[in-house]
């Protein structure tokens, strides 16, 4: 009889329950999506590993510290002589020696164009080598036979229009150097989007090592041997300072480390899965809570006839379930078109995957079931054990549920508690000393505060609507005068509504004042500190000579600045202890004339003199001041014991550095063992045109397409633009929250309109016209948006307020309300509620006046 009743009663809802489905499969697509592209993704590339990797491979000695090279470092070798000791081990039927390098550009000479992808997957460039699993095959032309010859795989070929005889350049830390395409690649598996591009293997060994060396040692046994086995006879013939893998290691790790790189389209996949979930289930609790009261006299009939509270709880939870199950599978239907359209995603941006190589697992259904159904479920409980709880008689005199007196004292203490903390939390979290503490009392104050404006939204809907319920009244006269009544009829309905709109909204504000902060903190640290012209970033070969001497050359270039950063750089302390720091070798004209920084104590000109700078966090953390001797390691056995010359202050452009006289540490480190030059600046003659200089420097460096050549202007849109792509995320995730947000403010509408059909007739028959009603229900539904919009501006405010204050000594030193933005923001909230009042209210005009009066 359960079953039969909740099937019944959900088939005869079923249209009041379409906008929650919509919810529920939004929130499994997304999850499912994400799941289905993740697996794809890592299966087309663990299809290629497979099919490529040796049976042995031996490597270089791992960085120390398990630090990776940066772009431009001479990438890590291992000796010629070790392919023909590793040939000769038992079971290894061949041996070859492979230099693969991704610290090269390949450049159309004809155009001054990169060739390749310019984000996403690698250009790699190396030796030709014929072994039993090569990735690519020759299709076109020959192998490369003599130094002025390479190959070139033929999807990059492709894309750059390019052939068997036309002229092409690879470009790295040691120079140009001019090819003539001899042959055309075709990848025997999947494409992962790479560009690749062979040379023969002394030219290879010149040009991308500048020795006669490898970059590892492929081995494929002959069948006798297994892995394991030939793994233990290379590490026995070579010693443990190589890295040796086994076919089955490399793939993991090459898996892994694509799995990596593709976290954070997945973690902003299930950022949008979350939202979802949290916005629909508002959405799903105000679909049940007021189909429950319609329900009010058939519930109580129920209870008559011997209808237990577990019965009517479970009666409704099955409809839920139900509801839970269809959107589920649409979900993962729907989840497909998500994983197809992120597949295209990656490929606008460099990656090859085939949509027709869709990878659907079980984890797929078993985690979108999982969501759909948990969340729907335990969305409708609350509303569930609300409707057990009505007593028969009660419910069937329709005095609908019991009083909410002693649950509104309870909601009020719990949501003032939770309110009260958070805000405690984030006033600490912006007056603390370090970000990292900051920030962690930041999530948490922002997590007690959203939950506590939502447990008070019923409370403060009374009080925020009857402040707007003035304004109404004196606006739209009686129309305005009803919507404020039937806006507050229900608190605990217009709350959990407005809920979902406010948590956008909220994320549209904070995100808006943390990012309006980080452009403005980062033009005036430029305007205040930064005294060169231009800036020119290396891309991933590095700066060349020729580089910098054709930016000498330029007219209206004064000088040029360059700076060398030893990354794996340590400062030892008197005590023992040592620190890692970013350390920056600069040229004496660094600071003064190129650059400004602010100082806590000590002075520039010190660095020049043989002295160290430090960021002040750096100082602090480590008990340092200026007169301290420290002794920086450079690395490879290279120490200097240098004086503490100047501390930076905290929160400038240049505050968390450590800095030393580029003269001093070329006294311990050889130039031969300098990391390359990464960026560099130019600062024009004084007089001299500024836009008319930077167009000149666009034309002396246009041969080479790696280089980034910005103004001051130019920078700060630089800047304006990685935070927009931050942004722009964001502002995804509300854009989606907000979409469900209007669904909920139509579903409770529509439902709404059928609660109140009677009501509807008798205002009709007492002289309300079509339009006066209208009017009503889309007032009704602009109170509702407002109310959200103006708790999800304070909350906003306040989490953006408290970032800017939690990183204010990480760069983000001024505070920026964009004013434009919560202005349209309230603006939008009015456009939302009345496009979310357009259904209903066309429905609510419509209804025949005697037929409304007379339905019970």
């Not at 906008?19 to 929130?27: E, K």
């Not at 930076?648 to 003269?663: E, M, N, R, S």
């Not at 995804?732 to 109140?756: C, D, P, W, Y």
């Amino acid at each position: 009889m359960l079953l039969k009743t909740s099937l019944r009663s959900f088939f005869a809802h079923k249209g009041r329950m379409a906008l929650s489905l919509i919810a529920v499969v939004l929130s499994v697509a997304f999850v499912s999506g994400t799941l289905v592209f993740s697996d794809t993704a890592t299966s087309t590339f663990s299809k290629l590993f497979a099919a490529t990797a040796s049976d042995v491979s031996v490597q270089p000695p791992k960085p120390a510290d398990d630090e990776d090279p940066q772009a431009g470092d001479k990438p890590a070798t291992v000796p010629a002589a070790l392919a023909q000791r590793i040939a000769g081990l038992p079971g290894v039927k061949t041996a070859v020696g492979q230099v693969m390098v991704g610290n090269a550009i390949l450049v159309n000479p004809a155009t001054d164009k990169l060739v390749g992808p310019t984000s996403g997957a690698p250009t790699l460039v190396g030796n030709w080598t014929d072994t039993p699993r090569n990735a690519v095959k020759l299709t076109s032309g020959h192998v490369p036979q003599d130094s002025g010859e390479l190959v070139l795989d033929a999807d990059t070929a492709k894309k750059a229009k390019l052939a068997v005889g036309d002229r092409i350049r690879v470009d790295n830390a040691g120079g140009q150097h001019p090819y003539t395409i001899v042959g055309i690649a075709t990848f025997t598996t999947t494409n992962p989007g790479a560009a690749l591009a062979f040379l023969d293997t002394p030219t290879a060994q010149q040009v991308l090592l500048g020795e006669q060396a490898y970059t590892s040692v492929e081995a494929y046994g002959d069948g006798s041997r297994s892995g394991d086995q030939l793994k233990a006879d290379a590490l026995a013939e070579v010693g443990g300072g190589y890295q040796v893998k086994t076919a089955t290691e490399q793939k993991d790790e090459n898996t892994k480390s694509i799995g990596s790189g593709l976290d954070f389209m997945t973690y902003a996949m299930l950022g949008f899965a979350g939202i979802s979930l949290i916005v629909g289930g508002f959405l799903i609790i105000n679909t049940f809570s007021m189909l429950v009261a319609q329900r009010t006299r058939e519930i109580g009939l129920l209870r008559a006839i011997g209808g237990s509270r577990a019965q009517v709880n479970g009666s409704v939870l099955v409809e839920a379930l139900i509801l839970g199950v269809l959107g589920s599978t649409l979900g993962v239907a729907v989840g497909l078109g998500v994983a197809v359209g992120l597949i295209k995603l990656m490929n606008a941006i460099g990656m090859d995957l085939k949509a027709s190589d869709l990878v659907i697992g079980p984890d797929v259904f078993a985690a979108g079931y999982a969501v759909g159904v948990l969340i729907t479920v335990i969305a409708a409980w609350i509303p569930a054990r609300r409707a057990s709880r009505i007593a028969p008689m009660a419910a069937l005199r329709d005095h609908g549920t019991p009083a909410e007196a002693r649950s509104n004292v309870v909601r009020t203490i719990l949501g003032v508690l939770l309110t009260g903390g958070g805000a405690g939390l984030l006033v600490l979290a912006g007056t603390a000393e370090k970000a990292g503490t900051g920030g962690q009392l930041l999530g948490l104050g922002l997590l007690l505060t959203l939950i506590g404006f939502v447990v008070l939204g019923p409370l403060l809907a009374t009080v925020v609507i009857k402040v707007l319920g003035a304004l109404l009244l004196a606006l739209f006269g009686p129309s305005g005068k009803l919507a404020q009544r039937n806006a507050m009829r229900n608190p605990r309905r217009t709350g959990a509504t407005a809920a979902a709109l406010m948590i956008g909204l909220a994320l549209v504000i904070g995100s808006s004042v943390f990012s309006s902060s980080a452009v403005t903190s980062a033009s005036e640290q430029i305007d205040r500190s930064v005294g060169v012209d231009y800036i020119i970033g290396g891309g991933p070969t590095g700066v060349t000579g020729e580089m910098i001497d054709a930016v000498k050359r330029t007219p209206g270039i004064d000088h040029v600045t360059t700076q060398e950063n030893f990354q794996s750089a340590k400062v030892r302390l008197s005590g023992g202890q040592s620190a890692r720091t970013d350390l920056t070798a600069v040229p004496a004209t660094f600071f003064g004339t190129d650059f400004h920084p602010t100082v806590s104590s000590g002075t520039v000109d010190s660095i020049g003199r043989g002295s160290l700078g430090i960021g002040e966090n750096f100082a602090k953390d480590h008990g340092l001041k200026v007169g301290d001797q420290v002794t920086v390691d450079y690395g490879k056995g290279r120490t200097q014991t240098l004086p503490v010359g100047v501390v930076f202050q905290k929160g400038g452009l240049l505050g968390d550095g450590t800095f030393v006289d580029l003269d001093t540490a070329t006294k311990v480190v050889p130039a031969a063992e300098q990391p390359p030059v990464r960026t560099f600046f130019a600062k024009a003659t004084p007089g001299t045109d500024i836009a008319k200089t930077l167009t000149a420097l666009e034309d002396a460096l246009r041969q080479y397409p790696q280089l980034t050549v910005k103004d001051q202007a130019g920078y700060k849109e630089l800047v304006q633009s990685q935070v927009n792509t931050l942004l722009y995320l964001i502002y995804g995730l509300v854009g989606l929250s907000i979409t469900v947000a209007v669904l909920g403010v139509v579903n409770t509408l529509a439902l709404s309109v059928v609660e109140r059909t009677r009501e509807i007739g008798l205002l009709r028959a007492i002289g309300l016209s079509r339009r006066q009603l209208r009017r009503m229900i889309r007032l009704e539904s602009v109170v509702i948006a407002l109310f959200g919009a103006v708790l999800g501006t304070g909350l906003g405010l306040a989490w953006g307020v408290t970032a800017q204050r939690v990183l204010r000594d990480q760069g983000l030193g001024t505070l920026s309300v964009p004013t434009t933005t919560v202005v349209v923001t309230l603006v939008s909230s009015v456009v939302i509620g009345l496009v979310a009042a357009l259904v209903p209210a066309f429905r609510a005009g419509r209804m025949n006046v005697l037929a409304a009066i007379a339905t019970d």
